[in-house]
């Protein structure tokens, strides 16, 4: 049987990734701050070739191998990251796994314009929004705080390729 280590205190996260061996950003060690965490890379039988030696020098990730996927398409090794975490949390009381694209460089905190609940020590104000760059660490401590009960409703987070309307 498969399953998580109950030990761990922050969901797996499971990175599909696709014709990107030489530039994926696979190395969560610096934005995981020293925490455990199960990091699980899945990638296309014919290309396991090309991710191995990356993945030796990292030994903080796992590789599933998608054998047999048709079409092998990210869209494909999206779907069995989907599959394969709630198969590895289906003993576990928490049922959140966190799927995140190999090529993320940066998180960034969001204080909205009169933000009401900051969150990133920024003081509020009416006339633009501020960012804060933050770890994926503490990205998923705070899904986690009250068991991912205020975050329910989410699927996707979303990301953004500028920061031009962000000071």
């Known amino acids: 049987t498969l399953e998580i280590d109950s030990r761990l205190q922050l969901p797996p996260i499971l990175t599909p990734s696709s014709g990107r061996a030489s530039s994926a950003l696979l190395d969560l060690r ?15 039988k014919p290309e ?6 990356l993945c ?27 599959k394969f975490g709630e198969l590895i949390t289906a003993s576990s009381t928490s049922k959140f796994i966190f799927i995140q694209d190999d090529n993320i460089l940066s998180w960034t905190g969001v204080t909205l314009i009169n933000d009401p609940f900051p969150l990133f020590n920024k003081e509020p ?33 979303g990301f953004s390729l500028t920061k031009r309307t962000i000071k």
Do not use: W
Request: charged content about 20%; proline content about 2%.
């Open 125 to 157: 104000n009416c006339r633009f929004a501020q960012q804060t760059d933050i770890s994926l660490l503490h990205l998923l401590s705070h899904m986690k705080a009250d068991n991912y009960l205020h975050i329910k409703d989410f699927s996707v987070i």
């Open 30 to 44: 610096k934005t995981m701050e020293g925490s455990k965490y199960a990091q699980i890379l899945l990638i296309q």
């Open 56 to 82: 030796i020098s990292y030994n903080d990730i796992d590789i599933l191998v998608l054998v047999n996927s048709e079409p092998r398409t990210i869209g494909t090794s999206r779907y069995f990251a989907k």
């Open 48 to 53: 396991a070739l090309n991710y191995l030696p």
